[in-house]
């Protein structure tokens, strides 16, 4: 029974929490984009869309579900320290200083936000 309650909690977490973020994160994007036809990413931004946000969202929703699981103190204050050092980090890393390219971080700050909510949610299943 702990080891159902395990994998329904991670796969929640892992699985489910990794396309709802993307699909959320891809569904901003195009709006942005639809709204600004003149504004595409650039090759960089391109190329990084798909691996990086998949390794970095594996990684803090398998540390946050455990953080969730087991109980650990401190857990919410560390998730949204987590999402304030992504945002500082994705906000500066943007070339252009313009409203379209705060858009995009704006939206990687709610796709983390739709990320982590997986990541509790999965942790939550954990625990049971």
Known sequence: MIALKWFIGLFVSLYI???????????RNNQIIKGNNDYKLDEEQSLNNDLLPLLTGLLERFFFTLVIAFNIGGGAVAMFAWLGAKMAVNWNRQSKNDAVS??????ALQAGLVSLLFA??????CKL
């Open 17 to 27: 929490g990794h396309h709802a973020s993307k699909r959320y994160r891809n569904f």
């Open 120 to 125: 509790l949610i999965g942790g939550l299943f």
């Open 102 to 107: 705060r858009a995009y971080a704006m939206t």
